[in-house]
Nanobody
Framework: QVQLVESGGGLVQAGGSLRLSCAAS????????MGWFRQAPGKEREFVAT????????YYADSVKGRFTISRDNAKNTVYLQMNSLKPEDTAVYSC???????????????????WGQGTQVTVSS
C-alpha cells in the first residue's frame, strides 16, 4: 500500500506562484512514474504533469506547459509541482498519483495510476 499526501495549496492572485508537494510513504515503487492531476468544479479530472523515477523525463498538458514544472526528490520520497503565472482557470483540486508502470511515453490517463492522494485546493483569484 502507498500513501500520498499533498500540501501547499492555497489562495493566490492571478500571476502568482505556488509549489505543491506530494509526500509518499508505505510500499513505494522506485521504478514507477508519478503524476499530478486536477479537477475543477463541475469538470472531469484532467492530467497536468508526469515525471519518471529518475526525474529525467517529464511530460505536461498543453494548458500548463511553460508555466508548471514537475520535479521529485527521491531521498525524501516527495514529488513537487511548481506553478508559476497562475491563471483563474488553474483553480482546482490538485491530486498526485503513482502509476503502476514506469514512465513510457508519459502516462497521462487516470487508469494508468494506482494510488491517489486526497488532493489540495488551489484557488486563483482574478
Amino acid at each position: 500500500q502507498v500513501q500520498l499526501v499533498e500540501s501547499g495549496g492555497g489562495l493566490v492572485q492571478a500571476g502568482g506562484s505556488l509549489r505543491l508537494s506530494c509526500a509518499a510513504s508505505g510500499r513505494t515503487f522506485s521504478s514507477n512514474a508519478m503524476g499530478w492531476f486536477r479537477q475543477a468544479p463541475g469538470k472531469e479530472r484532467e492530467f497536468v504533469a508526469t515525471i519518471s523515477w529518475s526525474g529525467g523525463s517529464t511530460y505536461y498538458a498543453d494548458s500548463v506547459k511553460g508555466r508548471f514544472t514537475i520535479s521529485r526528490d527521491n531521498a525524501k520520497n516527495t514529488v513537487y509541482l511548481q506553478m508559476n503565472s497562475l491563471k483563474p482557470e488553474d483553480t482546482a483540486v490538485y491530486s498526485c498519483a503513482q502509476s503502476y508502470k514506469p514512465f513510457i511515453n508519459g502516462p497521462v490517463r487516470e487508469y494508468e495510476y494506482t494510488y491517489w492522494g486526497q488532493g489540495t485546493q488551489v484557488t486563483v483569484s482574478s
